[in-house]
């Protein structure tokens, strides 16, 4: 009984550790993929010269989930009628942190694209975009330096934590 409840310890703790090393695996991807529906909305915008309304719709079913959601979230709130955007976008800012692998600087740097999102003309809100896309690529440079560094390490940890709490407890 003893080594079944050993054995029970170090699988969960192995996979406590292939979990976390998974968010850091997905937080990369889904930072490109962030930036990826950014420049779909740019061109929405700019070349189409879609409303928001229409640029989230576009955008939300060019993407893969979880950003695909977002945009879905922000379509079905305007649709509604909700007048606030920020409001909007700050509410589905909140629900992606929750179903991503994205991190406080993404949420940061979302939050501050959100308030300047729909108060500019054309041009000025392009320039919002590539200021967002510059930001997430510095974040992104910092959670592919996060992948290298620390995922390989968070799969032994977990191992070799449940390894050390079964030697402790024997």
């Known amino acids: 009984m003893k080594w079944l409840g050993a054995l029970l310890l170090l699988i969960a703790t192995t996979w406590i550790g292939f979990e976390i090393a998974s968010y850091l695996n997905n937080r990369p991807k889904q930072i490109r993929q ?20 229409d ?12 950003i695909a959601g977002f945009f879905q979230m922000l379509h079905q709130q305007l649709k509604e009628g909700t007048n606030e955007l920020i409001l909007a976008w700050s509410k589905a800012v909140g629900n992606l942190m929750n179903n991503s692998a994205l991190s406080f600087d993404e949420k940061e740097i979302l939050i501050q694209f959100g308030q300047t999102l729909g108060q500019h003309d054309i041009s000025q809100q392009k320039k919002y975009i590539q200021l967002a896309l510059t930001h997430l690529d510095r974040v992104l440079e910092d959670a592919v330096d ?25």
């Open 146 to 170: 996060d992948q290298h560094r620390y995922s390989k390490m968070v799969k032994s940890l977990g191992f070799l934590t449940g390894l050390f709490i079964i030697l402790l407890l024997i």
């Open 55 to 66: 640029a989230f719709w576009h955008v939300a079913n060019q993407s893969p989930e979880p």
């Open 34 to 53: 962030l930036k990826s529906a950014l420049q779909t909305m740019e061109a929405e915008i700019v070349y189409s010269h879609a409303p928001l309304i």
